[in-house]
């Protein structure tokens, strides 16, 4: 696609729910990069895929947050039992490949309250 | 590890005055620097980047930026705001980790504009 797509674009759900949040990388874009916007924390990173891989989980918050690519496209993230502290925004980015020069677009995010 | 601070966590001007939003990095190596905005519920546009060429960074929007290494800073500047500058910046650096590269935000600037 012409950019980075995420969906849903705002999410709610009950404290204990799981929920999945999609990102559609630029077609190509071999880089994948998951991060967190939340009040007071600023911009946090979660993890990196490169392909399918995930060289990087380092940022993960918790054994409740996982991710997954595959066709080294879409990706998931899953967020089990969710918890109040877990709203925020959560921002997809994808890139050529691991080049500085090759910049980094970003998707328009998934807000998540959790109620 | 490569860091940023953004010194200002608001900044108000009037519409045609210059802008500075100021960043100081942190590495121990010639750093990769960007700068991205983010408009109320859009996601982070690229305004420009430095990787170790020209130290002046022109970008889009008639913004720029200058690295000055003796300084450590990337301060961005515009020499004449206008009300579609207000929204939120980032100064974000690139640190490499365990042989792949990942964004390091700072806490942002929010730019405010009057008329």
């Known amino acids: 696609g012409a950019g980075v797509s995420q969906s849903p674009s705002n999410k709610v759900t009950e404290k204990g729910k799981d929920v999945e949040l999609r990102c559609d990388p630029i077609?190509?874009?071999?880089?994948l990069y998951w991060y967190r916007q939340s009040l007071g924390q600023g911009l946090e990173f979660l993890i990196y895929?490169?392909?399918?891989?995930?060289?990087?989980k380092s940022g993960l918050p918790s054994d409740r947050f996982s991710a997954e690519r595959t066709g080294g496209s879409v990706s998931t993230l899953t967020i089990q039992r969710t918890q109040q502290e877990d709203s925020a925004v959560y921002l997809c980015?994808?890139?050529?490949?691991?080049?500085?020069?090759?910049?980094?677009?970003f998707g328009s995010g998934t807000r998540l309250t959790v109620v | 590890a490569q860091s940023v601070t953004q010194l200002d966590s608001h900044v108000s001007v009037s519409e045609g005055t210059p802008v500075l939003l100021r960043c100081n990095y942190s590495?121990?190596?010639?750093?990769?620097l960007f700068w991205y905005v983010q408009h109320p519920n859009k996601g982070l546009q690229l305004l420009l980047k430095y990787t170790s060429a020209a130290t002046l960074v022109k970008g889009i929007n008639g913004f720029e930026a200058e690295f000055k290494k003796s300084e450590t800073s990337f301060h961005l500047t515009k020499p004449s705001a206008h009300m579609s500058d207000a929204a939120e910046y980032f100064c974000v650096v690139i640190r490499m980790n365990t042989g792949f590269q990942k964004l390091v935000f700072g806490t942002g600037t929010r730019l405010l504009v009057s008329p």
């Open positions: 895929f490169q392909g399918n891989s995930a060289p990087d």
């Open positions: 590495s121990s190596y010639s750093p990769s």
């Open positions: 077609s190509g874009h071999t880089a």
């Open positions: 980015a994808s890139s050529l490949g691991q080049v500085v020069g090759y910049g980094y677009t």
